[in-house]
Protein backbone atom coordinates (compact mmCIF):
# COMPACT_ATOMS: atom_id res chain seq x y z
CA UNK A 1 0.00 0.00 0.00
CA UNK A 2 1.24 3.70 -0.84
CA UNK A 3 1.43 6.36 2.33
CA UNK A 4 2.90 9.75 2.69
CA UNK A 5 4.44 11.11 5.85
CA UNK A 6 4.83 14.59 6.46
CA UNK A 7 5.93 14.67 9.88
CA UNK A 8 5.89 18.70 10.81
CA UNK A 9 1.85 19.29 11.72
CA UNK A 10 3.06 23.25 11.30
CA UNK A 11 5.93 25.33 10.52
CA UNK A 12 6.58 28.60 12.20
CA UNK A 13 9.57 30.65 9.84
CA UNK A 14 10.30 34.41 9.41
CA UNK A 15 10.09 36.02 6.59
CA UNK A 16 13.29 35.60 4.30
CA UNK A 17 14.91 32.49 6.32
CA UNK A 18 14.61 29.25 4.65
CA UNK A 19 12.20 26.72 4.73
CA UNK A 20 12.30 22.98 4.53
CA UNK A 21 9.14 20.69 4.59
CA UNK A 22 9.56 17.12 5.09
CA UNK A 23 7.88 14.36 3.17
CA UNK A 24 8.54 10.57 3.46
CA UNK A 25 6.82 8.07 1.60
CA UNK A 26 6.30 4.33 1.25
CA UNK A 27 5.67 3.18 -2.44
CA UNK A 28 5.94 -0.76 -3.82
CA UNK A 29 7.43 0.35 -7.26
CA UNK A 30 9.15 3.86 -9.04
CA UNK A 31 6.97 6.76 -6.98
CA UNK A 32 5.77 9.99 -8.70
CA UNK A 33 5.99 12.12 -6.09
CA UNK A 34 4.57 16.02 -6.11
CA UNK A 35 3.88 18.82 -3.89
CA UNK A 36 0.79 20.75 -3.91
CA UNK A 37 0.20 24.18 -1.70
CA UNK A 38 -3.05 24.97 -0.66
CA UNK A 39 -3.81 28.94 0.67
CA UNK A 40 -6.20 29.93 2.35
CA UNK A 41 -10.07 29.39 1.04
CA UNK A 42 -8.32 28.18 -2.56
CA UNK A 43 -7.73 24.92 -3.97
CA UNK A 44 -4.80 22.73 -4.18
CA UNK A 45 -2.14 24.41 -6.80
CA UNK A 46 1.24 22.43 -8.41
CA UNK A 47 4.27 23.23 -6.97
CA UNK A 48 6.40 20.21 -8.12
CA UNK A 49 6.53 17.09 -9.26
CA UNK A 50 9.40 14.15 -9.67
CA UNK A 51 9.09 11.04 -12.32
CA UNK A 52 12.59 10.57 -13.19
CA UNK A 53 15.78 11.80 -13.85
CA UNK A 54 17.88 14.66 -11.91
CA UNK A 55 16.72 14.16 -8.19
CA UNK A 56 16.44 17.67 -7.61
CA UNK A 57 13.46 19.12 -9.10
CA UNK A 58 12.86 23.19 -9.63
CA UNK A 59 9.61 24.16 -9.49
CA UNK A 60 7.19 27.63 -9.29
CA UNK A 61 7.37 30.68 -6.62
CA UNK A 62 11.07 29.40 -5.94
CA UNK A 63 10.48 26.27 -4.61
CA UNK A 64 12.46 23.04 -5.40
CA UNK A 65 12.48 19.53 -3.68
CA UNK A 66 15.00 16.71 -3.42
CA UNK A 67 14.16 13.00 -4.24
CA UNK A 68 16.26 10.67 -2.00
CA UNK A 69 15.33 7.27 -2.80
CA UNK A 70 17.14 5.72 -0.09
CA UNK A 71 15.74 7.57 2.46
CA UNK A 72 12.18 7.22 0.88
CA UNK A 73 12.48 11.38 1.18
CA UNK A 74 11.27 14.12 -1.24
CA UNK A 75 11.77 17.27 0.79
CA UNK A 76 10.55 20.57 -0.11
CA UNK A 77 13.32 23.30 0.26
CA UNK A 78 12.76 27.23 -0.14
CA UNK A 79 15.98 29.70 0.78
CA UNK A 80 14.08 32.83 1.31
CA UNK A 81 10.31 32.58 2.47
CA UNK A 82 7.63 35.72 1.48
CA UNK A 83 4.68 36.10 3.86
CA UNK A 84 2.70 34.87 0.67
CA UNK A 85 4.20 31.77 1.14
CA UNK A 86 1.76 31.36 4.60
CA UNK A 87 -0.25 28.24 3.26
CA UNK A 88 -0.80 24.22 4.02
CA UNK A 89 1.73 22.38 2.15
CA UNK A 90 0.69 18.44 0.74
CA UNK A 91 3.18 15.88 -0.27
CA UNK A 92 1.48 13.16 -2.66
CA UNK A 93 2.66 9.77 -4.17
CA UNK A 94 1.38 7.87 -7.12
CA UNK A 95 2.98 6.05 -9.86
CA UNK A 96 3.16 5.16 -13.59
CA UNK A 97 -0.48 4.71 -15.06
CA UNK A 98 -1.33 4.86 -11.04
CA UNK A 99 -4.20 7.83 -11.30
CA UNK A 100 -4.52 6.97 -7.57
CA UNK A 101 -2.29 9.56 -5.48
CA UNK A 102 -2.32 9.12 -2.20
CA UNK A 103 -1.54 12.25 0.39
CA UNK A 104 0.33 13.04 3.69
CA UNK A 105 -1.36 15.11 6.38
CA UNK A 106 -0.17 18.28 5.03
CA UNK A 107 1.82 21.04 6.90
CA UNK A 108 1.19 24.21 8.02
CA UNK A 109 3.30 27.40 7.34
CA UNK A 110 3.40 30.51 9.60
CA UNK A 111 5.34 33.12 7.91
CA UNK A 112 6.08 36.39 10.54
CA UNK A 113 7.62 39.30 10.24
CA UNK B 1 -2.84 22.84 -17.37
CA UNK B 2 -6.32 23.00 -17.24
CA UNK B 3 -8.18 25.75 -16.42
CA UNK B 4 -10.81 24.08 -13.70
CA UNK B 5 -13.77 25.31 -11.99
CA UNK B 6 -16.64 24.47 -9.86
CA UNK B 7 -19.75 25.50 -8.74
CA UNK B 8 -21.32 26.74 -6.36
CA UNK B 9 -17.72 27.70 -4.41
CA UNK B 10 -19.56 27.55 -1.26
CA UNK B 11 -23.06 26.38 0.17
CA UNK B 12 -24.75 26.06 3.37
CA UNK B 13 -27.15 23.73 3.65
CA UNK B 14 -30.14 22.07 5.49
CA UNK B 15 -29.66 17.61 7.05
CA UNK B 16 -31.51 15.41 4.75
CA UNK B 17 -31.11 17.17 1.57
CA UNK B 18 -28.68 17.04 -1.15
CA UNK B 19 -26.41 19.31 -3.28
CA UNK B 20 -25.04 19.06 -6.52
CA UNK B 21 -21.52 20.05 -7.19
CA UNK B 22 -20.24 21.06 -11.03
CA UNK B 23 -16.88 20.81 -12.52
CA UNK B 24 -15.83 22.28 -15.81
CA UNK B 25 -12.55 21.35 -17.97
CA UNK B 26 -11.75 23.96 -20.58
CA UNK B 27 -10.31 21.46 -22.42
CA UNK B 28 -10.84 17.17 -22.84
CA UNK B 29 -9.72 15.52 -19.97
CA UNK B 30 -9.55 11.91 -20.24
CA UNK B 31 -9.95 11.51 -15.85
CA UNK B 32 -11.44 13.17 -13.34
CA UNK B 33 -11.49 12.89 -9.73
CA UNK B 34 -13.90 13.82 -6.66
CA UNK B 35 -11.61 14.36 -3.76
CA UNK B 36 -13.26 14.86 -0.24
CA UNK B 37 -11.22 17.06 2.41
CA UNK B 38 -12.62 17.22 5.78
CA UNK B 39 -11.97 20.25 8.14
CA UNK B 40 -8.17 20.06 9.10
CA UNK B 41 -7.67 17.43 7.58
CA UNK B 42 -5.84 15.97 4.58
CA UNK B 43 -7.39 14.47 0.96
CA UNK B 44 -9.14 11.48 0.44
CA UNK B 45 -10.16 9.92 -3.16
CA UNK B 46 -14.08 9.45 -3.27
CA UNK B 47 -14.06 8.47 -6.52
CA UNK B 48 -13.10 8.55 -10.46
CA UNK B 49 -15.40 9.40 -13.23
CA UNK B 50 -14.54 8.26 -16.44
CA UNK B 51 -16.53 9.37 -19.66
CA UNK B 52 -18.67 6.38 -20.97
CA UNK B 53 -18.58 4.34 -17.57
CA UNK B 54 -19.52 4.04 -14.24
CA UNK B 55 -17.61 5.41 -11.96
CA UNK B 56 -14.87 4.14 -9.64
CA UNK B 57 -15.52 4.43 -6.17
CA UNK B 58 -12.69 4.04 -2.81
CA UNK B 59 -13.39 1.89 0.00
CA UNK B 60 -16.03 3.64 1.92
CA UNK B 61 -18.02 5.41 -0.45
CA UNK B 62 -20.99 4.53 -2.07
CA UNK B 63 -22.88 5.44 -5.21
CA UNK B 64 -26.35 5.80 -3.58
CA UNK B 65 -24.41 8.50 -1.25
CA UNK B 66 -22.49 9.88 -3.63
CA UNK B 67 -23.73 9.62 -7.39
CA UNK B 68 -21.60 10.82 -10.17
CA UNK B 69 -22.30 11.79 -13.54
CA UNK B 70 -19.86 12.38 -16.44
CA UNK B 71 -21.60 13.14 -19.51
CA UNK B 72 -18.79 13.92 -21.67
CA UNK B 73 -14.62 14.74 -21.46
CA UNK B 74 -15.04 18.63 -19.80
CA UNK B 75 -17.53 18.10 -17.30
CA UNK B 76 -18.57 16.05 -14.25
CA UNK B 77 -21.16 16.30 -11.08
CA UNK B 78 -20.92 14.98 -7.94
CA UNK B 79 -24.33 15.06 -5.45
CA UNK B 80 -24.09 14.63 -1.81
CA UNK B 81 -27.05 13.19 -0.90
CA UNK B 82 -29.51 12.88 2.27
CA UNK B 83 -26.47 14.98 3.78
CA UNK B 84 -25.76 15.41 7.48
CA UNK B 85 -22.86 17.71 9.60
CA UNK B 86 -20.70 14.64 9.16
CA UNK B 87 -20.40 15.51 5.79
CA UNK B 88 -19.29 19.19 5.76
CA UNK B 89 -16.39 19.68 3.55
CA UNK B 90 -14.49 21.06 1.03
CA UNK B 91 -15.39 18.94 -2.33
CA UNK B 92 -12.41 19.00 -5.01
CA UNK B 93 -12.08 17.90 -8.09
CA UNK B 94 -8.91 17.15 -10.29
CA UNK B 95 -8.39 16.08 -13.72
CA UNK B 96 -5.20 14.00 -14.92
CA UNK B 97 -4.63 15.75 -18.32
CA UNK B 98 -3.98 14.32 -21.38
CA UNK B 99 -1.17 16.42 -22.18
CA UNK B 100 0.47 15.54 -18.80
CA UNK B 101 0.04 12.03 -17.91
CA UNK B 102 -0.18 11.08 -14.08
CA UNK B 103 -0.14 14.63 -13.05
CA UNK B 104 -3.58 15.88 -11.21
CA UNK B 105 -4.60 19.17 -11.39
CA UNK B 106 -7.35 20.76 -9.08
CA UNK B 107 -10.05 22.57 -9.40
CA UNK B 108 -10.99 25.35 -6.67
CA UNK B 109 -13.13 23.22 -4.88
CA UNK B 110 -16.72 23.70 -3.16
CA UNK B 111 -16.75 24.11 0.47
CA UNK B 112 -20.04 23.00 1.93
CA UNK B 113 -21.63 23.43 5.55
CA UNK B 114 -24.00 21.10 6.50
CA UNK B 115 -26.52 22.15 9.42
Known amino acids: AQSVTQPDIHITVSEGASLELRCNYS??????LFWYVQSPGQGLQLLLK??????LVQGIKGFEAEFKRSQSSFNLRKPSVHWSDAAEYFC???????????FGAGTTVTVRA | SAVISQKPSRDICQRGTSLTIQCQVD?????MFWYRQQPGQSLTLIAT?????????ESGFVIDKFPISRPNLTFSTLTVSNMSPEDSSIYLCSVDSAATTDTQYFGPGTRLLVL
Open chain 1, 50 to 55: YFSGDT
Open chain 1, 92 to 102: AVGGNNDYKLS
Open chain 2, 49 to 57: ANQGSEATY
Open chain 2, 27 to 31: SQVTM
Open chain 1, 27 to 32: YGATPY
